[in-house]
């Protein structure tokens, strides 16, 4: 079955820069696009960006433009996410999903990572 | 302020059935594909709802998704206790070249 495994929770450092991590399997990999999500605490769901595994085509976020970036590892069927310049309000879960850029629908979400941003 | 706009919450009681709405604009809803997800506290989303209407396998057809114009909605028959969740529209803003998200709907099943 398809599953999306993420890494731990991280705590980082204003200005630190964090790296998330979403393995995937169960399905062909390249033949799919990825999705960051995040959720601060007590708040409804961001839409970061996306990525190709099939290119690496990307496509970010206008708010995160500059401090994020996507990239895939076709090798370990892995997708990472790459936020720089943290900030106390990038405080989140943040969520992989597996889906079409244009979201007509994400159908396997990863089971989440902590990031807290704290001094 | 989210760009899609849904009702912050909406309640009835079990067996009943209930619609939760998603507003937005013609750069949005208007002229793209609706999804729907579930999130049970503590749990990452789930998808209810792709393409506007169309379910996965394995979500009831208690659950069903509309679109007209530039307005969505999802709707839950039967209504269960385990339905007690957050619920989020989702759509591709074509003006912001990006996925938008409603503020999300907190369902209660009284």
């Known amino acids: 079955q398809v599953q999306l495994v993420q890494s731990g929770a991280e705590v980082k450092k204003p200005g630190a820069s964090v790296k998330v991590s979403c393995k995937a399997s169960?399905?062909?990999?390249?033949?799919?696009?990825f999705t960051w999500v995040r959720q601060a605490p007590g708040q409804g769901l961001e839409w970061m960006g996306w990525?190709?595994?099939?290119?690496?085509?990307?496509n970010y976020a206008q708010q995160l433009q500059g401090r994020v970036t996507m990239t895939t590892d076709t090798s370990t069927a892995t997708v990472y996410m790459e936020l720089r310049s943290l900030r106390s309000d990038d405080t989140a879960v943040y969520y992989c999903?597996?889906?079409?850029?244009?979201?007509?629908?994400?159908?396997?979400w990863g089971q989440g990572t902590l990031v807290t941003v704290s001094s | 302020q989210s760009v899609l706009t849904q009702p912050p919450s909406v309640s009835a009681a079990p067996g009943q059935k209930v619609t939760i709405s998603c507003s937005g604009s013609s750069s949005n809803i208007g002229n793209n594909y609706v999804s729907w997800y579930q999130q049970l506290p503590g749990t990452a989303p789930k998808l209810l709802i792709y393409?506007?209407?169309k379910r996965p396998s394995g979500i009831p057809d208690r659950f069903s998704g509309s679109k007209s114009g530039t307005s969505a909605t999802l709707g839950i028959t039967g209504l269960q206790t385990g339905d007690e969740a957050d619920y989020y529209c989702?759509?591709?803003?074509?003006?912001?070249?990006?996925?938008?998200f409603g503020g999300g709907t907190k369902l209660t099943v009284l």
């Open positions: 393409e506007n209407n």
């Open positions: 990525i190709s595994a099939y290119n690496g085509n990307t």
């Open positions: 999903a597996r889906g079409g850029l244009t979201m007509a629908g994400f159908d396997y």
């Open positions: 169960g399905s062909t990999f390249t033949n799919y696009g």
């Open positions: 989702g759509t591709w803003d074509s003006s912001l070249s990006g996925g938008v």
